[in-house]
């Protein structure tokens, strides 16, 4: 089995049955499942029809002629802002859409009716800049509720959007907006972050000093420092929207118009463009909104804590739930300001039913330890969610016995950028769940674990998730690179879709997302996945957080090596060190025993919370660093590496 897939080592008999309440009262069924294993195509045409407002219905769910450039609703035309808003008025325009809460303290309550308003001035607000259907509008900005407005008044006039992430550089900026062409930029002064402005607008300036393209810059005024507006070319959004009228016709778009780009960031490559269209990528977000989160748009408050610029936060902040009239939180801050229960303080003041959040925050959560979930009442919660990575099993078994209360259901997502929307996680009321997996695809999708040749591994086998349907929400390319598209995602196994992800298929059936193929090592000619060992050594009541790595090894190809960050007051030693090592062999075999452990109190993040790899390899084989622009927490990769100087020393 080492030729042909990934080992599959770890162990988890937890399972958690489907609660008496989901059964009785969830939005879906075992009906739904069998429904779409008939019929996927009809299913999801169903599910386009009954979900969304068309100003033309389509016939035709999916046209392959062209595989992989697969169609979906091709004849169909709707504009997803009027899903996301008129549709709603006239019996819900005083639903509140947003609770929006600043870092500071401030607070802003947003009803439908007033975020109709807002996107309606604002898209006046870019026609009169010059803006037209078809443009690409570049937009960096921190977490306003000015964000959605935006790009709900984009999708209003039929323009494309391209959400640049408010963390990232200048150079980011100038790779994007000149990859799309963008000729407007959207930001903000600055944006509060930690009790700091982060100035976004100084970005955009040295941004916009690098590439012509940018003619305007709409700056919508936030944090209130002194910032730089260049006469004729930048304007303030409050000056742009005054005397705007409040009614905008929304442009009837076809179904496979452009919606929006967003860049993943390559670890080393180009950022790819992802592509994703109207009418299809509506349907499988407001499905999938309301099928794993089981949303009751009449009780629920619902609180997606990512960011709009990544997206989770397109898909689940903005476009699901705006579509399924929901009503929304929004922090515009970081979970520890101004102390570490601030997302506690939320659920607990809003009410807040529904939670969706990331594994990197989970395990802060766990580090930083239950006194902060204590100070607040969270009983208002009834589902818990996590996307982004593979959650441990333990960080699994944390947030649902600390935030959860032990009575809320846990939906573990699985799906990309790519995908755009939710592919793989249980289904309340249907789904019985094991900590650390993301158990089998949702309604529709269809997905198979694949050894090196293509062939699906038996039951308790690992190797390579694929996707072996094409489904509505599906990129429809890489912006300007079909070559790239075709070559990344669908060459590798004929036909199928190829996520990039290792993955084992339990004796149940469950799939058990293991993170990137390149997270592999190969031990002894054994493939272990990271993830394995890294949960093993979570496990371990001293450990909060561990990222493993395959490092060069003369005798075993690679020999893992560890790096551990404690929770709590533990401390490392070199006792720690040994029972460590020791307790992965228990848990899940020799074969898997770290070589060495690093103790740190960091590891180094991309900005959206994922553990870089590829960093702590090039430090334990002793190589110069690779790029660390792209991290969140750079400094700790010097520390790291001075560690392991000193290690290896002893
Ligand atoms: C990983 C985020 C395991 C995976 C929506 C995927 C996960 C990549 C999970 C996409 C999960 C995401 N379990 N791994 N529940 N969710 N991943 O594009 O490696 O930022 O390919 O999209 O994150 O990351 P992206």
Sequence with gaps: MSESGIENLLQEDRLFPPLADFVATANTTQDHFDEAA???EAYWMRQARERLSWFKEPTVALNDENAPFYKWFEDGELNVSYNCLDRHLDAGGDKVAYHWIGEPGDKRTITY???????????????????????????????????PIAMLACARIGAAHSVIFGGFSADAIVDRVEDAGSKLLITCDGAWRRGTIVPLKESCDEAMS??????????????EQDVSM????????HDLIADQADTCAPEHMNAEDLLYLLYTSGTTAKPKGIMHTTGGYLTGVATTHSQVFDLKPGSDVYWCAADVGWVTGHSYIVYGPLTN???????????DFPDKDRLWSIIAEYGVTILYTAPTAIRAFMKWGVEYPERHDLSSLRLLGTVGEP?????????HENIGGGRCPIVDTWWQTETGGIMISPI??????KPGSATKPIPGIFAEVVDTEGDPVPLGGGGFLTITKPWPSMLRSIYGDDDRYVSTYWSRYPGRYFPGDGAKFDENGYIWVLGRVDDVMNVSGHRISTMEVESALVSHPSVAEAAVVGATDDLTGQAIAAFVTLRGDAQGSDELHEELRQHVADKIGAIAKPKSIIFTPDLP????????????????????????????????VQAIADQQTEYDDD
């Design 605 to 636: 993040k991309t900005r959206s919370g994922k553990i870089m790899r590829r960093l702590l390899r090039d430090i334990s084989d002793h190589r110069a660093l690779g790029d660390v622009t792209t991290l969140a927490n750079a400094d700790v």
């Design 230 to 237: 260049q006469d004729g070319r930048d304007v303030w959004w």
């Design 113 to 147: 009716n007033d975020l109709a308003t807002e996107v309606n001035k604002f898209a006046n607000g870019l026609k009169s800049l010059g803006v037209e259907r078809g443009d690409t509008v570049a937009i960096y900005m921190g977490m306003v509720p000015e964000l």
């Design 210 to 223: 690098r590439t012509e393209l940018i003619e305007n810059c709409v700056v919508v005024r936030r944090t």
């Design 391 to 399: 959650i441990n099993p333990e960080a699994w078994m944390w947030y």
């Design 428 to 433: 309340p009321g249907v789904t019985a769940t």
């Design 325 to 335: 009239h929901a009503t929304s939180v929004m922090y515009e801050g970081t979970p």
């Design 38 to 40: 008939e019929d996927y």
